[in-house]
């Protein structure tokens, strides 16, 4: 069966396209007439779409006069046509001319693409808000975010906690732009959040509202056909492990034509690594590339969802597809730059000026260094029109949504990942296709290939870093465990730079990227940055690329474009300082701005986020040395092998006291899949009754965190209580709630512990070039304080839950010398929670018992005897039934100290 019709439309139609659209060319109008078919049947089951084909009083005889225009279709829609078309005794591409021609004919009114007004809502629309959300929307009105012309600052910045209600407030927001006739580009950092927002937007606006929403995601967020095929027949079944290309057939065959959810696009990468879990590749792999043929299945999902873009009020994109519009918009910046020489001398003059300055042995401050920067971009800007650039007209307003997260996913979108593993097989293909040509002197391309092959295993060998281990290549001086890898990078760099690559197809143009990052690595740039990089399962080792600071780009999107005004959303905005002082500080500067060019809130603290939960903080070494002697160490996390299996076995013995004593679930978040590993293997020997409720996080081909989110809560819907040993994004992008659950029976999650401090969770090439800065051991504190207070936010997401919540945080470091910076940080991350719990003096005793203690530089044991009334295990009171009912008291602490208000376990 074809995925193309030959379709027809009258003269009229085809006049609208052209002069009112402005579609010059052919595959203009195939996308846009693909669009409209695909509009107008929004099709999901064959025959139903059929019999409403059959149904629609149209003359399907009508004689159509265009020239043939190509209209690609979805298989679902491909049998739809051919069911009605043998009902109708006409062909199927007169059936697809006539519906494309009478939905061109619906629109025949409305203006051109670019200069277009969106059309006012037809109905309004009664929102019940949260205290929060009116009083951030509230002050957006109050300061002009529907009247731009108005206000002081254009860009505002809002905190609301976690589960106040974000996604309501920014669509509320939008609403009120689109009723001033305005367009709103919505940015989220992932797939789940804007299905998020899908869900929120058909809960409360729907299309009866007149609010057209509509998701935009890149092409490494669509699966390529071809692409995938291609690596099915390749790679065949894998050695060891389930067959994972008969799943990928059967997502072909069933799924991958089907709309996700409440998402009408196929063809989604999430679709695919839902229903592929096994998948051994990276996603690049499969993902579509500008080099996929345009007929590929996952390049017509892609192309389809422009057009609907084009025409709604709101725009849901990924933070990776806003970085993807703004660069292109840098790139033309560059290339018009290259051609205008007037322009290149402002710029050259600008350059000049800075580094006059530094060679006078000054230096710039940063509002100085923003303002020549500004002064380029702006030249930038006049080089090109900003709306015929991108794949997009530029919205009048635009939102971030997790805005703490938009520099990391901006240094990601724009990193050049190449795969060391699958380097010689693409060298391979490009040479067969007689598309290796080596420079004067260099080797035969099969001899480039042999030592390509022989590095690449080197680089993949085991007597590389450890997993998780980066490497910075492009250091002047790199340390001497580093070397090895540096050298073999570098002999790598040299093979891959001592020939040029002929041809444009897929092979020859993801080689070609690849040249370039070795080419600049090689040069050493001033600011870029090459790393190598293990995975945590030490399967795909990569070399990434990118830049180091994404400023410029940022203030290119903010301030040179023309975007009316922008709102920043984050639960983690304002942090404490060093000293424990709350500022937005961090977060404004991380985004290229002053502070002066924004107006910011924090909303008042929701009391329901904190009323239920009372915090156990981790035992003071002072007083377990009072207690039990000196020298003990107890819940202290470490990269040294022996005392991280003493961490282990500590997390052990608490874990096996706290899910019991639980009211419901448990999640546990941990900084690496390594660690998370160890104690799920070494919990479940301990206690084994605890298999079957516990989930683990793991890396590449374990199971995704919306699959454990569904088991999690399929097994407390079963009646047990979940254990869930979490890692990576579950910091921040995990919700774990269950809706049907009425809020005052809710023990979905009555247990949240945080292992250790999250340093170094973000992996981007923008936070290792600030791991090497004079400040990185602030950078590291104010991420890490970042990332903690994002992992708080997953204990309570909703008000009116239980009173028998409980936070841990087990970090005993925060107590060492030399780090108050990290206990002031803390301290200030939970001043918010009113009751604190202490943990029993036999829990500790349990962990005190076979620990580590130091004796100058050597290891001794020390045991401490626990009777049977110090157990916790052998207590005879029941586990606590009083922290369901929540019976605070006052009682003294258990190592001395002064009485306070804590839970009396």
């Known amino acids: 069966m074809k995925k193309i019709f030959s379709a027809h439309i009258s003269k009229p139609s085809?006049?609208?396209?052209?002069?009112?659209?402005?579609?010059?060319?052919?595959?203009?109008?195939?996308?846009?007439c693909?669009?409209?078919?695909?509009?107008?049947?929004?099709?999901?089951?064959?025959?139903?779409?059929?019999?409403?084909?059959?149904?629609?009083?149209?003359?399907?005889?009508?004689?159509?006069?265009?020239?043939?225009?190509?209209?690609s279709s979805s298989k679902c829609e491909r049998e739809a046509i051919n069911l009605a078309a043998a009902t109708l005794s006409v062909s199927p591409n007169q059936i697809c001319s006539v519906l494309i021609d009478w939905s061109i004919k619906q629109n025949i009114e409305e203006v051109s693409k670019v200069s277009r007004k969106l059309p006012a809502l037809n109905k309004e629309i009664s929102l019940t808000l949260n205290a929060a959300q009116k009083e951030t929307l509230s002050w957006l009105v109050s300061n002009a975010w529907n009247k731009p012309e108005e206000a002081s600052n254009k860009i505002f910045y809002a905190e609301m906690g976690t589960g106040s209600g974000k996604t309501l407030l920014a669509l509320s927001a939008a609403k009120i732009a689109a009723k001033e006739g305005r367009r709103t580009w919505i940015a989220v950092p992932s797939l789940g959040v804007q299905k998020q927002f899908m869900g929120e937007y058909s809960k409360r606006f729907g299309r009866q509202s007149g609010l057209v929403m509509s998701l935009v995601s890149g092409r490494r967020e669509f699966v390529s056909e071809s692409r995938l095929l291609t690596l099915i027949e390749d790679e065949g079944k894998p050695k060891g492990g389930e067959d994972w290309t008969k799943q990928a057939i059967q997502w072909v065959d069933r799924l991958a034509d089907k709309p996700l959810g409440a998402d009408r696009r196929r063809w989604l990468m999430g679709s695919f690594l839902e229903h592929v879990p096994s998948f051994p590749f990276a996603d690049n792999d499969v993902c579509i590339t500008t080099e996929c043929p345009a007929d590929d299945s996952g390049v017509l999902a892609y192309e389809d969802q422009f057009n609907l873009a084009d025409r709604a009020d709101i725009v849901v994109m990924t933070h990776h597809y806003l970085a993807l519009e703004t660069m292109a918009r840098v790139r033309a910046g560059v290339i018009g730059l290259s051609k205008d020489e007037s322009s290149k001398a402002l710029v050259s003059t600008l350059y000049a000026e800075s580094r006059s300055i530094g060679a006078a042995g000054q230096k710039l401050t940063h509002s100085e260094l923003l303002s020549l920067i500004d002064q380029k971009n702006q030249i930038f800007a006049s080089l090109f029109d900003v709306n015929e650039v991108g794949r997009m007209v530029l919205p009048n307003r635009l939102i971030i949504d997790e805005?703490?997260?938009?520099?990391?996913?901006?240094?990601?979108?724009?990193?050049?990942?190449?795969?060391?593993?699958?380097?010689?097989?693409?060298?391979?293909?490009?040479?067969?296709?007689?598309?290796?040509?080596?420079?004067?002197?260099?080797?035969?391309?099969?001899?480039?290939?042999?030592?390509?092959?022989?590095?690449?295993?080197?680089?993949?060998?085991?007597?590389?870093?450890?997993?998780?281990?980066?490497v910075f290549l492009n250091w002047a001086n790199p340390p001497a465990k580093d070397r090895l890898v540096v050298s073999c990078a570098e002999d790598l760099a040299t093979v891959m730079t001592s020939f040029s690559i002929n041809g444009n197809h897929e092979e020859a143009q993801s080689l070609r990227r690849s040249q370039y990052a070795f080419k600049k690595m090689l040069s050493a740039a001033r600011y870029n940055i090459a790393l190598f990089s293990n995975s945590p399962i030490r399967q795909y080792p990569q070399i990434l690329f990118g830049s180091a600071n994404h400023t410029s780009d940022f203030r290119m999107l903010f301030s040179a474009l023309g975007i009316e005004s922008t709102l920043l959303l984050s639960a983690t905005i304002f942090l404490p300082s060093i000293g424990g002082a709350w500022s937005s500080r961090r977060f404004i500067s991380g985004l290229g701005l002053r502070p002066e060019e924004t107006t910011g809130m924090r909303a008042p603290p929701q009391t329901w986020l904190t009323d239920p939960v009372t915090l156990y903080m981790p035992p003071k070494p002072s007083d377990i040395s009072r207690e039990f002697g000196a020298g003990h160490v107890i819940l202290k996390p470490s990269n040294d092998a022996k005392e991280s299996d003493a961490w282990i076995k500590d997390l052990v013995t608490f874990c096996k006291w706290s899910t019991s004593t639980a009211a419901g679930g448990t999640l546990v978040l941990m900084t690496s899949y390594e660690s998370a590993g160890k104690l799920a293997s070494a919990l479940s020997k301990a206690m084994p009754e605890i298999a079957a409720r516990l989930l683990v996080s793991e890396p590449r081909v374990g199971r995704r965190p919306s699959e454990l989110k569904a088991q999690f809560i399929d097994i407390y819907h079963s009646g047990e209580k979940p254990v869930w040993i979490a890692v990576g994004n579950c910091w921040t992008g995990l919700n774990l709630t269950d809706e049907s659950i009425e809020p005052g029976e809710d023990n979905l999650v009555t247990d949240l512990i945080i292992t250790r401090t999250p340093y170094a969770l973000n992996q981007s090439i923008s936070a290792a070039a600030k791991g090497l800065t004079a400040a990185r051991h602030i950078q590291a504190l104010e991420e890490a304080g970042m990332m903690l207070k994002q992992g708080i936010g997953r204990l309570v997401r909703r008000p009116g839950l239980?009173?028998?919540?409980?936070l841990f945080y087990l970090d005993t470091r925060i107590y060492e010398k030399g780090k108050k910076p990290l206990l002031n940080m803390s301290s200030a991350l939970f001043s918010g929670y009113q009751k604190a719990g202490q943990l029993p003096r036999g829990l500790i005793k349990e962990m005190v018992g076979p620990t580590i203690k130091r004796a100058g530089q050597k290891y001794e044991m020390r045991s401490v005897p626990i009777t049977k009334n110090d157990s916790v295990t052998g207590s005879k009171s029941p586990p606590p039934a009083n922290l369901v009912k929540n019976q605070v008291e006052t009682v003294k602490r258990p190592f001395g100290g002064k009485k306070k208000n804590i839970q009396k376990i």
């Open 34 to 71: 693909t669009a409209a078919l695909k509009d107008t049947l929004e099709c999901v089951e064959p025959q139903a779409c059929a019999q409403e084909i059959s149904n629609f009083d149209l003359d399907w005889s009508e004689p159509l006069d265009s020239g043939r225009i190509v209209v």
């Open 14 to 32: 085809l006049d609208y396209l052209v002069t009112q659209l402005g579609l010059e060319s052919e595959i203009q109008v195939s996308r846009y």
């Open 802 to 806: 239980p009173d028998n919540r409980r």
């Open 403 to 470: 805005a703490h997260l938009l520099e990391e996913n901006f240094s990601s979108a724009n990193t050049i990942r190449i795969s060391v593993r699958r380097l010689p097989t693409l060298f391979s293909r490009v040479m067969k296709a007689k598309g290796i040509k080596p420079a004067e002197g260099a080797p035969t391309p099969s001899k480039l290939f042999d030592q390509l092959s022989s590095l690449c295993s080197r680089l993949a060998s085991s007597n590389m870093p450890e997993a998780g281990a980066k």
